[in-house]
């Protein structure tokens, strides 16, 4: 079995502050990690991904995210956001075998002019 | 590329009639697809999971005969909603993966479906 937990259901921040979104997985078996963002009434955008090779990856937006495995953990980061950055934001993962994919309970990130 | 889009994009609908929403992949031969379903300030749930060519793999509590998912080509997936209800109305996401694609593990999303039921 596998789960996602996203802690921060909001975060607020101030434009150009950095932010940082937090995601922990548990599966027992490894895992394939994402981050999609959701603008309001729109359907999910890939913002980045890890499959496998260095464990810092960088995605659209000027958004990285760090896999670490031994915290099992997959945090978003962005040094400075916009307002157009004001979004939810979903952490996801898949298991190695399968195709489906398990979503966090998101994150509102609110960035405050 | 990696474009999915979904038709239509809003419907109202009156209490026990059916809806049809499609979901497309435009610029590659999708496999397989997902519906998704998601309530207001909630995360997306998994309802369905569909290959091309065969019948749906449903999730537990998905009524497989009020939500009817047709996916008769490599770029066309259907999903109706048989006599619709208002705990029916809902966002409704689908999704779509492709062996054009190296990372098969991606999913690429629709705009979703905004369905109210009246």
């Known amino acids: 079995a596998q789960s996602v937990t996203q802690l921060d259901s909001q975060v607020p921040v101030f434009e150009e502050a950095p932010v940082e979104l937090r995601c922990n997985y548990s599966?027992?078996?490894?895992?394939?990690l994402f981050w999609y963002v959701q603008y309001p009434n729109q359907g999910l955008q890939l913002l980045l991904k890890y499959l496998s090779g260095s464990t810092l990856v960088k995605g659209i937006n000027g958004f990285e995210a760090e896999f670490n495995k031994s915290q099992t953990s997959f945090h978003l980061r962005k040094p400075s956001v916009h307002i157009s950055d004001t979004a939810e934001y979903f952490c996801?993962?898949?298991?190695?075998?399968?195709?489906?994919?398990?979503f966090g309970t998101g994150t509102r990130l609110t960035v405050i002019p | 590329g990696a474009v999915v889009s979904q038709h239509p994009s809003w419907v109202i609908c009156k209490s026990g009639t059916s809806v049809k929403i499609e979901c497309r992949s435009l610029?590659?031969?999708?496999?397989?697809m997902f519906w998704y379903r998601q309530f207001p300030k909630q995360s997306l749930m998994l309802m369905a999971t569909s290959n091309e060519g065969s019948k749906a793999t449903y999730e537990q509590g998905v009524e497989k005969d009020k939500f009817l998912i047709n996916h008769a080509s490599l770029t066309l997936s259907t999903l109706t909603v048989t006599s619709a209800h208002p705990e029916d109305s809902s966002f409704y996401i689908c999704?779509?993966?492709?062996?054009?694609?190296?990372?098969?593990?991606?999913?690429?999303f629709g705009p979703g479906t905004r369905l109210l039921v009246l």
């Open positions: 996801a993962v898949i298991p190695t075998g399968a195709n489906n994919l398990f």
């Open positions: 599966s027992s078996v490894s895992v394939y």
């Open positions: 610029d590659f031969q999708a496999t397989t």
């Open positions: 999704s779509a993966t492709g062996l054009a694609y190296s990372e098969q593990e991606t999913q690429y």
